[in-house]
């Protein structure tokens, strides 16, 4: 269902309030292919920008870079993949092509000042190639990284990964990519995330995407979860003594609003809980 | 199945709960040949233990009222433990009667929540234990003993790890062989597990310990995984992750067995069970009981076409 302007803008505005110091507002892609994201001009000029909280943007082109930046975005991000034929099937092009297509993007955004964060998908497998080898995570976190991305967000794109394929992807990569460089974006689909999370979290990373009431189901199974629920994660950190600045009850009302307006149920485990400790 | 990640248990004993824990907290009151059709699926799937039914009065737990037909319909395959719960020696011998072959108490770390649950005191509930634990012992039978609330309870709150290895020790000290330290409401964390299993470790051996976490906050691979890393070596979990939670409605309870063994298979551990076999007894109860499964893994499959 495509959500109204009005809503992702209360939803954006809403999130700022919660500490979270980083919301990914919205895509510069042609609504042709992403019609969910056809407003992104009128989300980023009508969001609350609140000092102190950075509202990255995805731009796969020069071109939506352009009107990104037109737009008034500060910060953006381009997604590279571990595997070539889910390259292909997602963006028509090899590897190799995807990142001279970056590279535009990335002198653009380094002649304007704007930092850069690169995703890899497919991290821990592929929808099409199955298993993906740890050494070409790292290969292409290294190419991305030394593009100039100022961090290398490795996503589990389909949920298979488990802390035993996350630890081996992670030894690997962390030989080419400082890990302060470094953040995972876990997908629940297997319900491996939180444990995945973890394991990256005992090897030294420390920037962890996650998305409100884990919104986005995986579009390679059908009625699957995708994302991990920031509440969910919010709440394992907090028992681990490990700061954020995020307020879990302010993210939980957030969550609350996104499924009311999407006329749903929350994907979070901890905002299904009534009890209350 | 990837080479085994170092530093963890080679092998892990996962102790199904399913047709007990997992069927006694689903409002559907589930007919006896289902139950033990579900079981001698179970049997089939390489699962070392498959906790049966519970010899409780039906005044209290209906769904477990047809105990003895369970026990007595129930294939018995060579190398796999059927467990039965008995709160008293009334069930015990009972079960016996029917029998079992291997039987489980339950205790609590919180006082409140054992007067709420069995009306009384950690004290006295130890005392009915021993009774058991006694001719239990007098007959060869293996008693496994579980600590309830290990991480929380709905009543008091906050429990101290000091109170979970104390209760711990007097069932390991009167013959339970086994302690599964249960996270009931699921409250916990991997900080307050670490914890937890810290204090329990001074006074039982790592062998002797086993965890049963509780998913309702979504923490509870993040937990065993912590425990596995401190060298636990016994998982209890639920086909299709029966078995919500009594305590917050609507929400979730037993960790799926489908999910703990995908992230086990996926550290290289041995666990001997077939994740497909699994998966269709899930399917095969789910079906049964007219509801969604709750095991990640079975939603994904049956997505992909995998199964």
Request: glycine share 10%; proline share 5%.
């Amino acid at each position: 269902n495509i959500v109204p302007t009005p809503v992702k803008i209360s939803l954006i505005n809403m999130l700022s309030e919660t500490g979270l110091q980083v919301i990914e507002a919205t895509s510069f892609v042609s609504p042709k292919w992403v019609p969910q994201m056809a407003d992104h001009t009128e989300v980023m000029q009508g969001i609350n920008k609140l000092p102190g909280i950075s509202y990255p943007v995805l731009t796969p082109n020069l071109k939506g870079f352009q009107a990104a930046v037109a737009a008034g975005a500060k910060e953006v991000s381009i997604f590279g993949a571990a595997s070539e034929q889910f390259t292909k099937k997602n963006i028509n092009c090899s590897i190799e092509e995807s990142l001279e297509r970056f590279d535009e993007v990335m002198r653009a955004a380094r002649a304007a000042s704007i930092p850069v964060r690169g995703y890899v998908s497919c991290v821990l497998g592929c929808p099409y190639e199955g298993k993906i080898s740890a050494a070409k995570v790292a290969e292409v976190s290294k190419k991305m990284y030394s593009m100039g991305c100022y961090e290398i967000s490795l996503g589990d794109t389909i949920g298979v990964g488990t802390p035993g394929s996350m630890r081996e992807m992670l030894a690997a990569v962390m030989k080419e990519v400082p890990v302060g460089a470094l953040a995972v974006h876990c997908h629940d689909t297997y319900g491996q995330a939180l444990a995945n999370i973890l394991v990256a979290l005992q090897m030294g990373v420390s920037v962890v995407d996650a998305s409100v009431a884990g919104l986005g189901g995986c579009p390679y199974a059908r009625g699957a979860s995708g994302n991990v629920a920031t509440e969910d994660l919010v709440y394992m950190l907090n028992g681990l003594g490990i700061h954020t600045g995020v307020d879990l009850q302010k993210l939980m009302d957030t969550g609350t609003f996104i499924c009311n307006a999407l006329n749903r149920k929350t994907n979070s485990k901890v905002s299904q809980a009534s009890c209350r400790l | 199945q990837e080479p085994q990640a170092s530093g963890l248990p080679e092998y892990i004993k996962i102790v199904e709960v399913g047709p007990r824990d997992g069927l006694q907290n689903e409002k559907v009151i589930v007919p006896t040949d289902i139950k033990i059709e579900l079981i001698n699926q179970l049997s089939k799937t390489g699962l070392p233990a498959i906790e049966v039914t519970s010899f409780v009065s039906s005044k209290w737990v209906p769904q477990m009222a047809d105990h003895k037909e369970v026990m007595r319909g129930i294939e018995r395959h060579p190398g796999v433990q059927y467990p039965v719960l008995t709160p008293n020696l009334q069930g015990f011998h009972s079960a016996i009667a029917a029998g079992a072959t291997e039987v489980s108490v339950f205790g609590a770390a919180s006082e409140s929540f054992s007067k709420m649950n069995i009306n009384c005191s950690i004290e006295e509930s130890i005392e009915k234990f021993e009774e058991v634990t006694k001719s239990a012992r007098n007959m060869n039978i293996p008693v496994r003993g579980y600590v309830s609330c290990a991480l929380g309870c709905p009543y008091e709150g906050n429990v101290v790890p000091d109170k979970v290895a104390e209760v711990s020790k007097r069932l390991y000290s009167m013959g339970c062989y086994e302690i599964s330290l249960g996270d009931t409401i699921g409250v916990g964390t991997p900080g307050s597990m670490k914890k937890m299993l810290e204090a329990v470790m001074k006074e039982i051996p790592l062998s002797a310990l086993a965890v049963h976490c509780h998913d309702t906050y979504g923490q509870a691979l993040a937990n065993i995984l912590t425990a596995i890393q401190m060298g636990v070596a016994v998982v209890d979990s639920s086909v299709a992750g029966l078995g919500g939670c009594p305590y917050a409605k609507g929400a979730t309870g037993n960790v799926a067995t489908e999910d703990v063994i995908y992230m086990l298979n996926g550290l290289g551990i041995n666990t001997g069970v077939n994740l497909y076999a699994v998966m269709e007894a899930g399917n095969f109860i789910c079906t049964a009981l007219n509801k969604k499964t709750n095991s990640k893994v079975a939603q994904a499959s049956f997505s992909t076409g995998t199964i």
